[in-house]
């Protein structure tokens, strides 16, 4: 569609020229209209009389609503009158309204009145939001929910990065709670969707080509089976809204980051031969954890450090440096750094704490100001290093890690770090990359993304966050690099924050987790809704196969369990699949009479080993069958290992013939169900004791992605 942007622009320009912080209703009825937004008939009003006439002429009924730039919330200010149907009701209305106005707000600037075409609100009619707002990690999101006064109690939006696509529009209407009510409940038409979603791409579009359009509420949206049309639209200007984000390219970012991840030559900078100092630990684990690349010891007394010549400043080191480890108390950072500039390091891993994290911003600051000067890219600070295994680096003081796997993994704290570390070694998860990103001072989530993108050594990226430093930057990249590998988010701080203050609906929801939520999804991350989660999603998923389609099947020897795993599946999004009766016959033959077929199949804890090899190779070999999930009882005639065994044998002799499907396993019973459990974890089968939420959660996560880098099985 085309827009009237010159239109918008002049609008725009007044309304910063004077200094106000938003547009009055007249105005941004014209901005409606220049975008092609259906809203009533209306009109100005400055006298009484004025008001009787233009409601005439708009046709009775009609609303009246005060128009002031010191009056944004009508309503609170007794400022809307209400089904004014006749010339003498208008003359009252317009004299209540000023009249209410001037009692709350003595010195408002009253522009006049705006007289509006009341559309009928019948049964057939929803009203809705439709929002868009300047949000402080995002930049411009949209929202939409059920609207009217309830909106910010209900709390039943969408959010989406602005610009959307018109199926990211629709898929919000679709997206809310309560979206059954726009289907039409209790005899009522359902509402013109597409209609709404028009609405929702025009605004995106607005704020998009006009970002000092700050926050923008259409409150209320009457959406009918014939349409859509806003009722108010409220408009709050900011020119500081409108200024671009600094950001490296991405070129700029792969090349830093690859001379990080796989560096030549690494400097520690406070290197000791002391034990129990950081700049020891380091040494010890750049020299121990067999990292072949050269290593430069910085110390002002110069010698030796672990056998290697040491050196009193970088500066003097005789070839060229990569990365500097910084093992040296905040105070030093700065003067260090300037040093790394010169010497054209490209990055310096800052370990020491003593920065924004303790109220010492402005030495944070100075010392990133350094970096940007020399181009050197600051990982850090307050972390505990990094670890990139496909090079032997262990850039850390904490204990060196080898197992080497294909999971990259990053904290923003440096205990959640740790116990990365441990679960890693007891699961035996491999890994290719632990990074410590601290304050994110400048290296954030989304250079890591860049980087393993396009790194051959990682499948999965997973990530513990607080906070995005800039999120639309680490939405956008996660939205490409989850179309090929997995990314995994642990977002901290998931409780409501509270509305922030803001002068709009939409401005005041935007405050909640739920922004968060909504836009992960949109950028087709999974995210995980605690430590445990994210962890078992990261050695889980890469062990399961992209599934080819939705039907999953759960084979259980106990009636409980398979109960539980129903829910489980349920709570996580997958489809049980309906079981068709020459399917269903299929199974009743392998299982006892006592047994249950269809979905779950129940064969009862009573069975041989070969009733539950049967099962899962009917399971395996039947094409409309997508996934498994199997739930085992611990009992002396199929005994854990000769379960897990068995279980492990099956799978590997249809892989061999080309027929690869997601397999996960809940097992109950006595501790040696552990062992089996890791057992099938070994085999290519996700596998947990005690539990049946956790296998479906993975298997569940393992669809959320291939969902997102669709089509299934693709």
Same mark, same amino acid.
């Given at each position: 569609m085309t827009y009237d942007k010159a239109a918008v622009q002049s609008i725009l320009d007044q309304a910063l020229a004077e200094g106000r912080t938003s547009l009055s209703a007249p105005e941004a009825k014209q901005v409606a209209d220049a975008y092609g937004i259906p809203t009533p008939g209306e009109g100005l009003a400055t006298t009484a009389e004025g008001a009787a006439g233009l409601a005439a002429e708009i046709g009775f009924p009609v609303v009246l609503k005060i128009v002031s730039p010191d009056i944004l919330h009508k309503t609170d200010a007794g400022g809307v009158v209400v089904g004014v149907d006749s010339a003498e009701a208008a003359v009252t209305a317009y004299q209540q309204i000023v009249a209410n106005a001037k009692a709350y707000k003595a010195d408002a600037d009253i522009t006049g009145v705006q007289v509006q075409k009341m559309l009928v609100t019948d049964g057939d009619v929803q009203e809705v939001i439709v929002g868009a707002v300047t949000d402080q990690t995002f930049g411009k999101i949209v929202a939409f929910g059920l609207g009217g006064v309830l909106v910010e109690v209900l709390k039943d939006v969408t959010f989406r990065l602005a610009p959307t696509t018109p199926e990211e529009a629709r898929s919000m209407v679709d997206g809310i709670s309560a979206h059954e009510m726009l289907n039409g409940v209790r005899g009522a038409k359902p509402v013109d969707k597409d209609a709404i979603a028009a609405i929702i791409s025009k605004l995106s579009d607005l704020v998009g080509d006009f970002p000092q359009f700050a926050e923008v509420d259409l409150n209320p949206v009457l959406a009918g089976p014939d349409g859509a049309t806003a009722v108010d639209f409220r408009i709050i200007v900011d020119a500081e809204a409108g200024k671009p984000v600094d950001r490296y390219s991405q070129e700029e970012i792969?090349?830093?980051?690859?001379?990080?991840m796989k560096p030549r030559a690494v400097a520690v900078i406070g290197a000791s031969n002391e034990a129990g100092k950081i700049g020891n630990s380091v040494m010890k684990n750049l020299v121990?954890?067999?990292?072949?690349?050269?290593?430069?010891?910085?110390?002002?007394?110069?010698?030796?450090?672990?056998?290697?010549?040491?050196?009193?400043?970088i500066t003097d080191v005789p070839g060229d440096v990569d990365v500097a480890v910084f093992a040296v108390p905040a105070k030093f950072v700065g003067g260090a750094l300037e040093q790394c500039g010169q010497k054209g390091v490209a990055g310096a891993i800052l370990i020491p704490s003593g920065f924004a994290e303790t109220g010492e911003q402005e030495l944070q600051d100075e010392v990133v100001a350094i970096a940007k000067k020399h181009d050197v890219r600051i990982l850090g600070p307050n972390i505990y290093g990094y670890y990139y295994l496909p090079e032997n680096l262990c850039a850390t003081f904490c204990t060196p890690y080898d197992? *080497?796997?294909?999971?990259?993994?990053?904290?923003?704290?440096?205990?959640?770090?740790?116990?990365?570390?441990?679960?890693?070694?007891?699961?035996?998860m491999g890994v290719s990359a632990?990074?410590?990103?601290?304050? *994110?001072?400048?290296?954030?989530?989304?250079?890591?993304?860049?980087?393993?993108?396009?790194?051959?050594?990682?499948?999965?990226?997973?990530?513990?966050?607080?906070?995005?430093?800039?999120?639309?930057?680490?939405?956008?990249?996660?939205?490409?690099?989850?179309? *090929?590998k997995p990314v995994v988010v642990?977002?901290?701080?998931?409780?409501?924050?509270?509305?922030?203050?803001?002068?709009?609906?939409?401005?005041?929801?935007?405050?909640?987790?739920?922004?968060?939520?909504?836009?992960?999804?949109?950028?087709?991350? =999974?995210?995980?809704?605690?430590?445990?989660?994210?962890l078992q999603y990261a050695r889980g998923i890469p062990l399961l196969p992209t599934p080819k389609g939705e039907n999953v099947v759960i084979i259980t020897g106990a009636g409980g369990s398979g109960v539980l795993l129903s829910d489980?599946? =349920?709570?996580?999004?997958?489809?049980?699949?309906?079981?068709?009766?020459?399917?269903?016959?299929?199974? *009743?033959?392998?299982?006892?009479?006592?047994?249950?077929?269809?979905?779950?199949?129940?064969?009862?804890?009573?069975?041989?080993?070969s009733t539950y090899r049967n099962t899962v190779a009917l399971g395996l070999e039947d094409e409309r069958i997508h996934a498994l999930i199997l739930g085992y009882w611990h009992t002396i005639v199929t005994p854990p290992m000769v379960f897990a065994k068995l279980v492990a044998e099956v799978v590997e002799e249809y892989r061999a013939k080309g027929i690869d499907k997601p397999v996960v396993a809940s097992l109950s019973g006595d501790v040696e169900v552990e062992e089996a459990s890791q057992y099938l974890f070994e085999h290519g089968v996700v596998a947990y004791p005690y539990t049946t939420e956790t296998p479906v959660q993975v298997l569940g996560a393992k669809y959320r992605w291939a969902r997102n880098a669709g089509p299934l099985g693709s």
């Open positions: 792969q090349t830093a980051m690859t001379r990080i121990n954890g067999g990292y072949q690349g050269e290593i430069y010891p910085i110390n002002p007394k110069g010698g030796e450090v672990l056998g290697l010549k040491a050196f009193p400043s197992v *080497k796997g294909s999971v990259a993994l990053s904290s923003q704290s440096g205990g959640i770090g740790m116990a990365i570390l441990g679960f890693s070694r007891s699961s035996r632990i990074v410590g990103v601290g304050n *994110k001072a400048d290296i954030d989530e989304d250079d890591l993304l860049t980087f393993f993108e396009t790194d051959d050594n990682t499948n999965l990226i997973a990530m513990h966050l607080e906070d995005l430093k800039d999120g639309r930057a680490f939405a956008e990249t996660a939205a490409r690099v989850s179309k *090929k642990l977002k901290a701080g998931r409780t409501d924050m509270g509305a922030r203050a803001a002068s709009s609906h939409t401005g005041a929801l935007a405050g909640n987790d739920k922004v968060y939520d909504d836009i992960l999804r949109q950028s087709g991350v =999974v995210r995980a809704p605690g430590l445990n989660e994210m489980a599946c =349920v709570d996580n999004g997958l489809q049980l699949m309906s079981m068709p009766a020459d399917l269903d016959a299929a199974f *009743k033959k392998f299982i006892p009479p006592f047994g249950a077929s269809g979905n779950p199949v129940d064969i009862t804890g009573g069975e041989p080993p």
